[in-house]
């Protein structure tokens, strides 16, 4: 039985179901009488930081996920709830600057394809579409130079983002540019 294989069983069930489980080492069984006695602790943090099921759902993941990781260097003169707060917590707060990263990334390229599409009017909406769908025949190292390259950086930024030579990106990219030509001519 795996980590999230506990997980489920402490989520559906009370305590009465660690009878079952006395196969665990004993690392594992304290981790989990641990998670048991203070689920209703973990779940309030992802309450208040998540509103979504999903998103709330996650969180609660990512915190056990840590504090299984922490578990082994869990030092006892501390509280036991001292300790799974602040791991929480600080779990929490890093998952939501994650996620509003995320939201305003969408945000900002839904609205700038909007803009492209509705600016321009339909013959630019057509060809940003063939670029993506030209793009998607790439490799997946392809993609990224090109992308990089569209989004305006010059070729050392790529460079350094990448982990090639300037020399190398340029050349990568007219080679890029050749396939993606000779793509839209087939």
């Not at 304290?30 to 309030?44: D, V, Y």
């Not at 056990?64 to 990781?69: A, C, E, N």
């Not at 700038?112 to 060809?127: F, Y």
């Amino acid at each position: 039985m795996n980590f999230w294989a506990y997980l489920r069983i402490i989520r559906q069930t009370g305590s009465n179901q660690f009878q079952k489980l006395k196969h665990l080492n004993v690392q594992e069984a304290q981790f989990l009488k641990l998670l048991e006695h203070n689920k209703r602790l973990i779940f309030k943090i992802a309450n208040v930081y998540c509103r979504k099921a999903e998103d709330r759902q996650d969180l609660i993941q990512e915190i056990i996920l840590q504090l299984w990781r922490s578990y082994p260097t869990f030092d006892t003169t501390y509280a036991q709830t001292t300790w799974i707060y602040r791991i929480a917590i600080n779990v929490s707060i890093s998952f939501l600057r994650k996620e509003n990263t995320r939201r305003k990334n969408h945000a900002i390229y839904r609205q700038e394809l909007e803009l492209l599409t509705c600016d321009e009017g339909e013959l630019i909406g057509q060809k940003l579409d063939l670029l993506y769908q030209l793009i998607e025949n790439l490799n997946s190292f392809e993609k990224a130079i090109i992308i990089l390259y569209l989004e305006g950086l010059k070729n050392k930024e790529i460079s350094d983002v990448i982990g090639i030579s300037e020399s190398n990106v340029s050349t990568k990219i007219n080679r890029i540019k050749n396939k993606l030509r000779s793509y839209s001519n087939t």
